[in-house]
T-cell receptor
């Protein structure tokens, strides 16, 4: 397995509270991604990063922000969580070439009450 | 933009029977195609990918897929399934003219293998 960890693995929070999810890699890959997985939607890209402090929006970025201050860490923040953000969140990493494989982390299950 | 359609949300099959999971895509540019598998409570794992060359791609665990450009399809097949193949399978596409791999996923097909 690629060296990707996500923390926490499970979280329950209240509507309106801030939440930060962490993705950590030991592979020194350039690209890191955050996806959310919902029934009937598959996986959808939230944000991605192509280097330290270099990030861009994905398909479903509203309500989310990201930061990458080190190559190995990519943080996803929900500034004010809503029930519609209840989901399973996956981090992925890949090399700098478009043919490189994306490797996925184990996921974080987030419930917003 | 790219899109992926997996028409079958669930496919039940008996052990040792063959299976085909269907995937169709839409794109105005050339694409790379992928199949991922997700076992319960786990992340996604790459089964196989088509980048170029031979249209028949062999992957892990005995799976293979065939790229058909005229039908814009990339169906996944296995000649004889095992109970352990029970999982969710995702087809994904990425435009080949971007500088990195921006995957667009289908909604997934749940393969249920029974004895």
């Amino acid at each position: 397995d690629a060296g990707i960890t996500q923390s926490p693995r499970h979280k329950v929070t209240e509507t309106g509270t801030p939440v930060t999810l962490r993705c950590h890699q030991t592979e020194n890959h350039r690209y890191m991604y955050w996806y959310r997985q919902d029934p009937g939607h598959g996986l959808r890209l939230i944000h991605y990063s192509y280097g330290v402090k270099d990030t861009d929006k994905g398909e479903v970025s509203d309500g989310y922000s990201v930061s990458r201050s080190k190559t190995e860490d990519f943080l996803l923040t929900l500034e004010s969580a809503t029930s519609s953000q209840t989901s399973v969140y996956f981090c992925a990493i890949s090399g700098a070439v478009s043919t490189d494989t994306q490797y996925f982390g184990p996921g974080t299950r987030l419930t917003v009450l | 933009a790219q899109s992926v359609t997996q028409l079958d949300s669930q496919v039940p099959v008996f052990e040792e029977a063959p299976v085909e999971l269907r995937c169709n895509y839409s794109s105005s540019v050339s694409v790379y195609l992928f199949w991922y598998v997700q076992y319960p409570n786990q992340g996604l794992q790459l089964l196989l990918k088509y980048l170029s060359g031979s249209t028949l791609v062999k992957g892990i665990n005995g799976f293979e897929a065939e790229f058909n450009k005229s039908q814009t399809s990339f169906h996944l097949r296995k000649p004889s399934v095992h109970i352990s193949d029970t999982a969710e399978y995702f087809c994904a596409v990425s435009a080949s003219n971007t500088g990195f791999q921006k995957l667009v996923f289908g909604t997934g097909t749940r393969l249920l293998v029974s004895p």
